[in-house]
């Protein structure tokens, strides 16, 4: 689980709100940062091979369905960035699906 801006959020909501998506595969990447004091959330999404051969309006359509989904399933808005696919690192046995960068000390 991560505390974002007060908000308790468990990496599997956002995990049954892209597999509720069509056009993206379950592999996923939660990059928390902080900047100016605020918290913020970049989740990365492998999207399916047919969408890197269509036009960017297809992609933008995308992006901005996922946010809402999203934004829908945990309450914040988060900025979505869509990646080639097997581009997010795969691992044997428990994935790794959270980048925690913020300094919390």
Known sequence: MLIIRGVNVFPSQIESA?????GTTPHYLLIVDR??????L???????ERFFSD???ELENLTGKIAYMI????????KV????PKSIERSMGKTKHVID???LN
């Open 81 to 84: 960035k869509l990646v080639e």
């Open 55 to 57: 036009e960017i309006r």
């Open 71 to 78: 934004q829908q399933a945990i309450g914040l808005a988060v």
């Open 101 to 103: 960068k913020r300094n």
């Open 35 to 40: 900047v100016n004091n605020l918290d913020t």
């Open 42 to 48: 970049e989740v990365q999404v492998e999207v399916e």
């Open 18 to 22: 892209l597999l509720e998506m069509g």
